[in-house]
């Protein structure tokens, strides 16, 4: 039997939802990366920061689960926020320890 690769991660949302999360084909990964560095800028003011994961979170739910990417405040609804960072990693395919370490050697 084939093992599963170790980037796949089933989440389930709040509601009982499960999802698969993989890295983001490259397409969807651009934009998620843009919207991602945007932190580094807002990392005193939690509300900012907090809006900036839940763009990232749809973005990734463009692949994941396109009808749930339509609305922010029905995704708000579904999530927590360890499932929020869940997802930021699966979506980058970084874990979130190393993620600052690769804007950095991008220059963000």
């Known amino acids: 039997m084939a093992e599963k690769p170790s980037n796949i991660k089933k989440l389930t ?3 009982g939802t499960e999802i698969t999360a993989r890295p983001l084909k490259l397409s969807l990964l651009r934009p998620f990366m843009v919207k991602f560095a945007e932190l580094a800028a807002v990392t005193d003011d939690n509300d900012k920061s907090m809006d900036i994961l839940l763009d990232c979170v749809q973005i990734a739910m ?5 009808e749930l990417s339509e609305s922010k405040e029905q995704l708000e609804e579904l999530l927590d926020l ?4 869940e997802i930021v ?5 970084i874990p979130n320890a ?8 991008l220059g963000k």
Do not use: C, E, F, I
Request: net charge negative; glycine share 8%; proline share 8%.
């Open 98 to 105: 190393d993620a600052g370490a690769v804007l950095s050697s």
């Open 13 to 15: 949302l709040v509601d």
């Open 89 to 93: 990693d699966a979506a980058s395919g």
């Open 62 to 66: 463009k692949q994941y689960k396109p």
């Open 82 to 85: 360890p499932t929020v960072y």
